[in-house]
C-alpha cells in the first residue's frame, strides 16, 4: 500500500428524497471540481418537516481525497 496524504472538506448536501440522495448528490457536486475524492464520512443529518411528514433532509459529510 502506497503512503498518502489526505485533506479534508465539508459538504452539505440536501434532497427531498433520502439520505442517500443527499450524500450522492454532494459527492457528485465535490467531484465536478476536486480530484482523487477517496472516502466520505457523514457528520450530522437534520430533516424539515411539513405537517408531520419529512419534507426534505440536510446531510453534512466531510470528504477525504489524496493530494496529488
Same mark, same amino acid.
Given at each position: 500500500?502506497?503512503?498518502? !496524504?489526505?485533506? #479534508? &472538506?465539508?459538504? /452539505?448536501?440536501? @434532497?427531498? /428524497?433520502?439520505?442517500?440522495? $443527499? !450524500?450522492?448528490? $454532494?459527492?457528485? *457536486? $465535490?467531484?465536478? +471540481? &476536486? ?6 464520512? &457523514? +457528520? @450530522? +443529518? ?6 408531520? *411528514? !419529512? $419534507?426534505?433532509? #440536510? !446531510?453534512?459529510? *466531510?470528504?477525504?481525497? +489524496?493530494?496529488?
Amino acid at each position: 500500500m502506497s503512503e498518502h !496524504v489526505y485533506k #479534508q &472538506v465539508e459538504l /452539505t448536501g440536501s @434532497s427531498q /428524497t433520502s439520505i442517500e440522495d $443527499a !450524500v450522492g448528490k $454532494a459527492i457528485a *457536486k $465535490a467531484h465536478e +471540481t &476536486v480530484r482523487n475524492i477517496q472516502w466520505f464520512e &457523514v +457528520t @450530522s +443529518t437534520r430533516g424539515h418537516v411539513v405537517d408531520g *411528514k !419529512v $419534507a426534505h433532509w #440536510q !446531510v453534512s459529510l *466531510k470528504i477525504g481525497f +489524496t493530494l496529488e
